[in-house]
């Protein structure tokens, strides 16, 4: 365990050390791999599927807030779905914009959850992203957690369904618009995903906050097996489009990769666990008082040795 926190400490120190240009390198991967997960799943527009126009939009977003980052995301899937139909463009529009305000006046500083979530769907554990998000944010973290599910499934949406979208007449607009709207409010396997990992966001935040010992591992374990659960009695009712054994091996590594988090953001030593008592002039308190897990750095004293003839 030792040689673990020191590994943990030492790469704190380094990001400290070295924020001024990791922070705007790790920006730059994020914008990246961002852009290049939307012109993979879509890759309609190629205007902006340009190779060099994805690295020169990802260097400006290394220097910019991350929420603007949300919005250049915004503004390349609107391009791709434009060239789908105009409909389309119009109505994810609306979407993401909802969601946007949405986001913005409810939990403005997680817009990373919104960019990760479709990232994470991607590579197949996005059982993850609630959880952590649970421990490490307020409540209203939740909030990133539904608009990044919905600009998973709507980016999905889109792509598996514009060869139909396309093929509707170019003069009836109505039709279009009711079969894309249809499509994006009648899709019953999105409200399962959306309400389990919801739900297992506030499960996670509400334990992870208890006054009980080992509360952010209950926590974990607890909100993986209410996503679980909900995924599984959603997936025998509507068509979700996971597999039963595909959410099980995602949440045990999302599971193992919340541990991981867990140990760098919140590693105690219960075992040493004191309650202190005392009181002013209006109140009692009762803390409860955990030490961290820390390593003492050995310190280095070097002493000069002259001769004396």
């Not at 020191?6 to 730059?28: G, M, N, Q, T």
């Not at 297992?200 to 209410?226: C, D, E, K, P, Q």
């Amino acid at each position: 365990m030792s040689s673990l926190l020191e590994i943990r400490d030492a790469l704190r120190d380094f990001y400290s050390r070295h924020e001024i240009y990791l922070l705007p390198f790790l920006k730059f991967c994020l914008a990246f791999l961002t852009l290049f997960v939307i012109n993979m799943n879509l890759g309609m527009a190629s205007r902006v599927g340009n190779m060099v126009l994805v690295l020169l939009v990802s260097l400006m977003c290394a220097c910019l807030p991350v929420n603007l980052l949300v919005v250049i995301a915004m503004i390349f899937t609107i391009i791709h779905f434009y060239e789908i139909s105009l409909e389309c463009a119009i109505a994810g529009g609306a979407v993401f914009l909802l969601m946007f305000l949405l986001y913005y006046r409810f939990s403005p500083k997680d817009a990373l959850v919104v960019l990760l979530m479709p990232l994470f769907f991607g590579i197949k554990i996005p059982y993850v992203v609630p959880i952590v998000v649970g421990l490490l944010c307020p409540v209203t973290g939740a909030v990133s957690v539904a608009c990044g599910v919905i600009s998973y499934y709507v980016i999905i949406y889109m792509r598996d369904n514009r060869a139909i979208i396309g093929s509707v007449e170019a003069d009836n607009i109505v039709a279009r618009f009711r079969y894309i709207i249809d499509g994006l409010m009648g899709n019953k396997g999105v409200l399962v995903v959306l309400v389990a990992f919801c739900a297992a966001t506030l499960m996670v935040w509400v334990l992870r906050r208890l006054s009980i010992n080992y509360a952010w591992t209950i926590a974990i374990f607890a909100g993986g097996v209410l996503m679980v659960a909900i995924l599984m009695m959603g997936g025998l009712s509507y068509d979700t489009g996971l597999s039963m054994t595909a959410i099980i091996v995602g949440s045990l590594i999302s599971l193992l990769l919340a541990k991981v988090v867990q140990f760098f953001a919140f590693n105690v030593d219960y075992s040493r666990t004191e309650q202190v008592q005392f009181e002013d002039d209006e109140y009692y308190y009762y803390v409860k008082a955990i030490p961290k897990n820390t390593v003492s750095k050995s310190k280095r004293a070097v002493k000069k040795i002259t001769s004396v003839i």
